[in-house]
């Protein structure tokens, strides 16, 4: 959300309901609604969105397809979906979760509520993707907040790890063995991980030399040599600036944790 509001997406067939919660989140975000699941879906053909909140009962597309629709397409499944519903029976609930649902709200429901939801569903993401950035040794895919994210993640992660030696690889090559266009790619890759694509490429040499340290099996100039850096001052000089410690210092944490 980085000093702007985030877009959210609301979704109600009941015009009153809509118009109120609109009103109630717009001084905190930039809020978007329509009355169906086949209108949101033409919405995020040409915009963003950060979260989306759908009534379950709606006519042409109700709440639970559009849920499903949303997690399945690689481009949007990492959106966090709030589904909203009269319904409050158990079976109702697991099968909001099972169509990848983040959040179920029963209605009605206190406008707090629902705001304390939504604020919880974004700072946990944040939270998230800081804690990757920063830790060396943290596995990719967990910044993944469902399981089709987490393969994507994956799956980035590998295609970077097979060209780390290539220096012709770049994000055009990334979109091209994905089948996806860079602008889909680019802000996939930004909306999972608040990196751009090179960045990301950036970090994945960086943990990888993380990796290859705590294995204590090169030295340094070795590890800057196997994954293409111009010098070993110029791979400490990334090092530093990624982690907050030297690849001398961080060698010598892994030392006294060993």
Known sequence: MKNSKANILLIDDHQELLEFIADDLCEEYHV???NNGLEALKLMESDNFDLIISDVMMPEMDGYELCQHIKENMASSHIPVILLTAKNSIESKIQGLEFGADAYIEKPFSPAFLRAQIASLLKNRLKVKAFFVSNPLSQIESIGQNQSDQEFLQKVDEIIQNHLDDPKFNVDRMADILCMSRPTLYRKINVVSSLSPNELINLTRLRKAAELLAQR???IYEISNLLGYSSATHFSRNFQKQFGVSPS??????????
Do not use: D, P, V
């Open 32 to 34: 978007q609604t329509c």
């Open 217 to 219: 099996k090169f030295k």
């Open 249 to 258: 210092e961080f060698l010598e944490q892994q030392k006294l944790h060993s």
